[in-house]
Structure formats: C-alpha cells, structure tokens
C-alpha cells in the first residue's frame, strides 16, 4: 500500500483538471436581438400557465428549462419559477410548448 501512496495527490489534481476543462466549455453571453426581446416581453405580457421552454444563461453556459412560470417581478426584474428566479437580463428566449 505504502508504495501506491504517492498517486494519492492525483485526485486532486483530476478534480483541478477537470474543473479546467469545465472552464473552457465556458461561453460570453450571447446578445440577443431586438426581435426576440420583443417576442418575450410578447409572451410575458399575454402570459396565463402555459408550460414554457425558458433559455437562460448562468455562469458561462446556456440553459434551458420546461416550466411554468410561478410570477413575474417587475419590480426586481426576474421569473419566479417552482425552483429557483431567472433575471430577466439572463434570459436568452421562451418557446410556448
């Protein structure tokens, strides 16, 4: 055992590779037209329980998300939805499923 004790510190050397790797998959934040903003300020405004496909960007990398939406703050500027709030300078597009 004593003999494989230096390959030890080689986890964390793969979990610092592989958070590496992580950050290069990492993309800027696309910017979005004004065509599509329209389109979800659209959707919002006429918003009444549909299940949405919500696109979002969080830390580096674009997501989505089949929801319904539980409220729109207007005040703070996000989308509550079941698990966690959306700003709405993150969100990159909604389908209506």
Avoid: C, W
């Amino acid at each position: 055992m004593k003999k494989f004790l230096p390959f030890a510190s080689l986890k964390e050397q793969a979990i610092f590779l592989h958070e590496m790797e992580k950050n290069k998959e990492k993309v800027p934040k696309p910017q979005i037209s004004e065509d599509i903003i329209s389109e979800i300020n659209r959707i919002l405004s006429a918003y009444s329980g549909e299940t949405l496909i919500i696109y979002y960007f969080a830390n580096g990398f674009i997501k989505s998300i089949t929801t319904t939406i539980k409220r729109i703050d207007v005040i703070n500027k996000t989308l509550r939805l079941e698990a966690f709030s959306i700003k709405f300078t993150n969100i990159l597009n909604i389908e209506i499923v």
